[in-house]
């Protein structure tokens, strides 16, 4: 009996519930008189541990000449009940998941201290870009055409460029002299929204610098890792290193 109370406990029960529930199975129909004496414990206390086995579908119960009476369900009830329980927990889990960003913003407000983010491979960097183009700002970069389009085609580019044109964001870019002109980046509609002008030739690099409002990313190519840094003191510093080389630059 006790093994058979400490497995159940497994299922969520606490040890009073679960004894309540062997009681009632041991004893088919009946009472909460007799459902006490069965299980040892206190009449009055019984009803939140019916109540509880009610609410998972082990027990029912009917009322018969203004008498209650409870009965075992099939003890298979008990892996309904826990399909029942993995159901909810993922309910549960999609919803916390969806303010984890806003409890994150009072986290980071609360301690004073930047937000990092790592990602790898192709569709970690991928899912950087995205975070970044999703704006109405505007995005401070220094970028190696040729790094990119290794990994990325023209119609992957033109979505992201796309995204930030519809958010009503704009791209001001340092852009790695490259051997031959990229068509990809010729596209008339982008002058409305794009700035850009190349670095000196001997400026050679195999990352991506973004930056917006509060938010710096760094990419490698060579790696195929990046990185997120939420902090405003660190995104200010790389606008501004971005905005003096402009200055320089014809």
């Known amino acids: 009996m006790n093994d058979l109370k400490e497995i159940l406990k497994q299922t969520g029960l606490n040890a009073k519930e679960a004894k309540v529930y062997l009681a009632i199975l041991n004893l088919g129909k009946c009472n909460v008189t007799e459902i006490a004496q069965k299980a040892e414990l206190k009449r009055t206390s019984l009803y939140e541990y019916l109540e509880k086995l009610l609410q998972q579908g082990l027990i029912f119960k009917t009322v018969t000449k203004k008498r209650t009476y409870y009965y075992p369900e099939s003890p298979a009830k008990i892996i309904t009940a826990l399909d029942k329980q993995k159901v909810e927990i993922e309910d549960k889990k999609e919803k916390i998941r969806l303010i984890i960003p806003e409890l994150e913003k009072i986290y980071s407000s609360v301690y004073n201290k930047p937000r990092i983010s790592f990602h790898e491979g192709k569709e970690g960097l991928r899912e950087i870009y995205w975070k970044i183009f999703d704006t109405s700002k505007i995005i401070y970069s220094i970028f190696s055409p040729d790094n990119f389009f290794k990994l990325y085609s023209a119609k992957e580019n033109h979505a992201l460029l796309m995204l930030l044109y519809n958010k009503g964001g704009m791209l001001r870019s340092l852009v790695e002299k490259t051997k031959e002109p990229r068509p990809e980046l010729k596209e008339k509609e982008y002058r ?25 990313a760094l990419i490698s190519f060579k790696n195929l890792i990046g990185v997120i840094i939420e902090d405003e003191a660190i995104a200010d510093l790389q606008k501004n290193f971005i905005k003096n080389i402009w200055v320089s630059q014809k």
């Open 192 to 216: 409305k929204f794009i700035q850009s002008k190349e670095l000196p030739e001997n400026f050679k690099f195999e990352t991506d610098l973004l930056v917006v409002d509060n938010i710096t």
